[in-house]
């Protein structure tokens, strides 16, 4: 069975960084795309960042620059980078694991607030 767990969320100040992880229980991480999703209160959940199973990478706009998604295939985990962290930033976080069956972690919460 294959499972997907965040690490990583926290409380931060505006202007500081945080590094989410994703780990992908199985043997399936080097065949699946890996995609990072956020949901902030009252709104839908939105894509922040994919990463192909290949390495190419694609961003939300909002994003662009300030966080940098990668992957460890040797350790079947996803990274999610983000500096520069804004208020607007404040969600949960999802990782999604796709294109070798669809899977997704529980979520972990990323706050920014002074």
């Known amino acids: 069975q294959v499972q997907v767990v965040e690490y990583g969320g926290g409380l931060v100040q505006p202007g500081g960084s945080l590094r989410l992880s994703c780990a992908v229980s199985?043997?399936?991480?080097?065949?699946?795309?890996m995609g990072w999703y956020r949901q902030a209160p009252g709104k839908e959940r939105e894509l922040v960042a994919t990463?192909?199973?290949?390495?190419?990478?694609n961003y939300a706009d909002s994003v662009k620059g300030r966080f940098t998604i990668s992957r460890d295939n040797a350790k079947s985990t996803a990274f999610l980078q983000m500096d520069n962290l804004k208020p607007e930033d404040t969600a949960v976080y999802y990782c999604?694991?796709?294109?070798?069956?669809?899977?997704w972690g529980q979520g972990t919460q990323v706050t920014v607030s002074s």
């Open positions: 199985g043997s399936i991480f080097r065949f699946s795309h």
């Open positions: 990463v192909t199973k290949g390495g190419s990478t």
């Open positions: 999604r694991s796709y294109g070798f069956g669809e899977y």
